[in-house]
Nanobody, 123 residues
């Protein structure tokens, strides 16, 4: 069955870095657009970054541009999110998702979701 398993979250301080990973299985990962989303308490789930299935085209929300980098390894069925210069407002549960539009990143367009990994940034 389809599985997306995120890892790499944790508690860090403002300005620190984290690298999130998402291990995919049960579907042809290399043919799916992928995305990272996040949800903070009391907020709706929001897009963070998307990547086209070949891994060339990428989309970033304005609040992470210049700080976060999305990448993928289609040979290893892995999706990554390198997060630098983290801020307290980045605190959220981060989810990887498969199958939607990598540019518009409407959550309802994504067919598969992971269980999420918590990122907490202290001030």
């Amino acid at each position: 069955q389809v599985q997306l398993v995120e890892s790499g979250g944790g508690l860090v301080r403002t300005g620190d870095s984290l690298r999130l990973s998402c291990a995919a299985s049960g579907f042809t990962f290399s043919r799916y657009n992928m995305g990272w989303f996040r949800q903070a308490p009391g907020n709706e789930r929001e897009p963070v970054a998307g990547i086209h299935w070949p891994g060339v085209n990428k989309h970033y929300e304005d609040f992470v541009k210049g700080r976060f980098t999305v990448s993928r390894d289609n040979a290893e069925n892995m999706l990554y999110l390198q997060m630098n210069n983290l801020k307290p407002e980045d605190t959220a549960v981060y989810y990887c998702a498969a199958g939607g539009n990598w540019e518009t990143m409407q959550p309802q367009g994504y067919a598969y979701w992971g269980q999420g990994t918590q990122v907490t940034v202290s001030s």
